[in-house]
Nanobody, 123 residues
Framework: QVQLVESGGGLVQAGGSLRLSCAAS????????MGWFRQAPGKERVLAAA????????YYADSVKGRFTISRDNAKNTVYLQMNSLKPEDTAVYFC????????????????WGQGTQVTVSS
């Protein structure tokens, strides 16, 4: 049974940094895509960044390009999201999710989800 556990959220001032972690367990994730989605109050869940477990440059939403970096540690089965130069508009609940196959932008394409971690950026 796949389990995803996020950690690392919190409250930070604008311009600050946070690193989110997503520890995955329950299977081998070869040929799986891992995504970090975020959902602000009253808004839909959108993909912020994604990466293939097998490697590659990954995907970034335009709103986070140049500020966020997604990476993975296959030995630890953990995916990270390093968030720099944070803005108040980055405030959201951040979820990690996995799917078999290529990176997809739609949340409905992902089969397994973590519980989410709150990121709040104050101005």
């Amino acid at each position: 049974q796949v389990q995803l556990v996020e950690s690392g959220g919190g409250l930070v001032q604008a311009g600050g940094s946070l690193r989110l972690s997503c520890a995955a367990s329950g299977r081998t994730f070869t040929n799986y895509a891992m995504g970090w989605f975020r959902q602000a109050p009253g808004k839909e869940r959108v993909l912020a960044a994604a990466i293939m477990w097998s490697g590659g440059s990954g995907y970034y939403a335009d709103s986070v390009k140049g500020r966020f970096t997604i990476s993975r540690d296959n030995a630890k089965n953990t995916v990270y999201l390093q968030m720099n130069s944070l803005k108040p508009e980055d405030t959201a609940v951040y979820f990690c999710a996995v799917r078999a196959g290529n990176i997809m932008k739609e949340a409905s394409r992902y089969n397994y989800w973590g519980q989410g971690t709150q990121v709040t950026v104050s101005s």
